[in-house]
T-cell receptor, first 116, second 116 residues
Framework: GAVVSQHPSRVICKSGTSVKIECRSL??????MFWYRQFPKQSLMLMAT?????????EQGVEKDKFLINHASLTLSTLTVTSAHPEDSSFYIC????????????FGPGTRLTVT | AQKVTQAQTEISVVEKEDVTLDCVYE???????LFWYKQPPSGELVFLIR??????QNEISGRYSWNFQKSTSSFNFTITASQVVDSAVYFC?????????????FGSGTQLTVLP
């Protein structure tokens, strides 16, 4: 099956710094990628939909200036958490979707962000 | 609007017991896909099954089986002879054309604990 990687798997940063998380589709091209955030004991919450070569579409309540998404190629999307604060600590999961029915979606292993 | 309800927040069983995880969904679309994912403590989502709305045939895969009932909008998941390694959070998800960008809508998840 298709493989999606995320880097880093874990990151600890200080409050006020920025962190970049990479999401790569390793063996397929993905026009569309998704970014999710998951707090402990909660479900996945969609943050934004990232389309290659265009601006990301953010879900209601997600600050686009804080969570910068770039999808510069068909195999790479990045999420940058700017000026991170402790409340941004969470598990971030990306997924990449194939084009065409059934629009199969493959998930990365996640990145655990801790802001101290 | 799409909605997925997993009413069981936590379930605890003893090894070798059978357990059923419930999933009820809402969508106005006639064509849609239903999914089950497993999320072990490592955090990575593991795909278990995808079911097309036109295929109501129940499916069995080893100790896993799924019961899809369109009449009650349910897609329940049964683990037979549970094992400790089955302990995880299980998510039911729905994808329908009317959903934005054909994104997945996740239920809140069911934490399954299998005791030795």
């Amino acid at each position: 099956g298709a493989v999606v990687s995320q880097h880093p798997s874990r990151v600890i940063c200080k409050s006020g710094t920025s962190v970049k998380i990479e999401c790569r589709s390793l063996d397929f091209q993905a026009t569309t990628m998704f970014w999710y955030r998951q707090f402990p004991k909660q479900s996945l919450m969609l943050m934004a939909t990232s389309n290659e070569g265009s601006k990301a579409t953010y879900e209601q309540g997600v600050e686009k200036d804080k969570f910068l998404i770039n999808h510069a190629s068909l195999t790479l999307s990045t999420l940058t958490v700017t000026s991170a604060h402790p409340e941004d600590s969470s598990f971030y999961i990306c997924s990449a979707r194939l084009t065409g029915e059934p629009y199969e979606q493959y998930f990365g292993p996640g990145t655990r962000l801790t802001v101290t | 609007a799409q909605k997925v309800t997993q009413a069981q927040t936590e379930i605890s069983v003893v090894e070798k017991e059978d357990v059923t995880l419930d999933c009820v969904y809402e969508t106005r679309d006639t064509t849609y896909y239903l999914f089950w994912y497993k999320q072990p403590p490592s955090g990575e989502l593991v795909f278990l099954i995808r079911r097309n709305s036109f295929d109501e045939q129940n499916e069995i895969s080893g100790r896993y089986s799924w019961n899809f009932q369109k009449s009650t909008s349910s897609f329940n998941f049964t683990i037979t002879a549970s094992q400790v390694v089955d302990s995880a959070v299980y998510f039911c998800a729905l994808r329908a054309p009317s959903g934005s960008a054909r994104q997945l809508t996740f239920g809140s998840g069911t934490q399954l604990t299998v005791l030795p």
